[in-house]
């Protein structure tokens, strides 16, 4: 193999997202199977000896994609070449605490990480942050990278819209193969507002198709918007494979493109379009091609949808309001 290896730094190495993340990345699944990678690692001192062991399994596995992994708990090394940056080293939320009171506890961290993005990543590179509150996490980050295009900056709805596929299919009686232009508005919150009003299903509108309003309300949309809590009361612990995978699939989509006639969710920087404040990081409807995002123009916005996406976006604001108080933007 002659192709460069890409670099790709993944802060939170050794944490749960981290292990389920790594190997797939190494295995050619972020990137695609011709793409050798190398990994750049970022922890905390006190668990670089986590992320070492799973470095040793990396080795293990002899993915023959996979360059070299290197394990660093200083941010502006991690970053230094970095062509895709993960941002998911954070504090995850644990049972009966809010989002709002992870703005605080996680703030700090993605400022230096911002800086350090900004003074030696690659010219090309993407971030996608995952750790949350990720929308108003990744707004820390770009505020602080002031030399790089604001459009690398992206947080992750894609789990979100992967739930709202799998919670849609069920209902439809498909498979998620035969869903088309689903849209996840907003804030990866509770706030979140999953669209079917432009989704298909085997080619047909999805909310005539469904056509079951109460189902709509009481169900698919809390079921979507809760069931990172629901996971977390479940399981003991946030979601980590499917965050992972939905990790992969939105750098896979950013960087490979996607499908004609389809589009996916990510939060990424508004320039006002439907109504969201400029500079907000809130997530939208985007068609992905050689490697950027556009937000899909021109969706007629219901009122049912519009009360529901002001809502999410007015918390947006508020989460940037106050971290700008906190002197973090
Ligand atoms: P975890 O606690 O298992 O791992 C987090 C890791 O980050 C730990 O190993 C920790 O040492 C490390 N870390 C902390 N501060 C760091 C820093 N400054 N630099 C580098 N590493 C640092 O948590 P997890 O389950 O892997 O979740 C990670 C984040 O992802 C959480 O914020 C969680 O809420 C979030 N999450 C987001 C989504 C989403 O859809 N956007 C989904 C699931 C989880
Ligand atoms: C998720 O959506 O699973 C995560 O963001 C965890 C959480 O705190 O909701």
Known sequence: MTRTPVNVTVTGAAGQIGYALLF???SGQLLGADVPVRLRLLEIPQAVKAAEGT?????????????????????????????????VGARPRTKGMERGDLLEANGGIFKPQGEA????????????????????NALIARSHAPDVPAE???????LDHNRALAQLARKAGVSVADLRKLTIWGNHSATQYPDIFHAE????????TVNDQAWLENDFIP???????????????????????????HVHT?????????????????????????GLISSFPVTTKDGAWEIVQGLEINEFSRGR??????????ERDAVRKLGLI
């Open 24 to 26: 797939r990345i190494a």
């Open 55 to 87: 470095a040793m399994e990396l080795d293990d596995c002899a993915f023959p994609l996979l360059s070299g992994v290197d394990i660093f708990d200083d941010a502006t090394k991690a970053f230094e070449g970095a062509n895709v940056a993960l941002l």
């Open 117 to 136: 993005i900004n003074a030696g990543a690659a010219d090309d590179i993407k971030v996608l942050v995952v750790g949350n509150p990720a929308n108003t």
């Open 152 to 158: 690398r900056f992206t947080a992750m709805t894609r």
């Open 201 to 208: 299903i085997a080619g047909k509108n999805a909310a005539e």
């Open 223 to 249: 079921t979507v918007a809760k069931r990172g809590a629901a996971i977390i009361e479940a399981r003991g612990a946030s979601s980590a494979a499917s965050a992972a995978s939905a990790a992969i699939d």
């Open 254 to 278: 950013w960087v490979n493109g996607t499908a004609e006639g389809d589009w996916t969710s990510m939060a990424v920087v508004s320039d006002g379009s439907y109504g969201v404040p400029e």
């Open 309 to 318: 996406i002001d809502a999410s976006v007015a918390e947006l604001a508020e």
